[in-house]
């Protein structure tokens, strides 16, 4: 996981520094996307309350019904 570069105190980033912001913004806009999106499934936003063991088996069909309706 990669955090972006913070402002020194009275000072301003350099031009590379804000570079790799933006980089690092990207990642996260689309890795956020795709969160909010299978949400729309509700299994990652409600509570899981079926047995543990069929949790992994549920979040692929998601992802693949998902993957299928977007990708």
Do not use: C
């Amino acid at each position: 996981m990669r955090a972006p570069a913070r402002k020194p105190r009275g000072r301003s980033l350099t031009r590379r520094q804000k570079a790799g912001n933006r980089r690092v913004a990207r990642e996260r806009v689309v890795a956020g996307h795709g969160i909010g999106r299978r949400k729309v499934w509700r299994i990652a936003a409600d509570r899981y309350r079926n047995p543990r063991s069929r949790h992994t088996v549920m979040v692929k069909n998601v992802a693949g019904l998902h993957n299928r309706m977007f990708g």
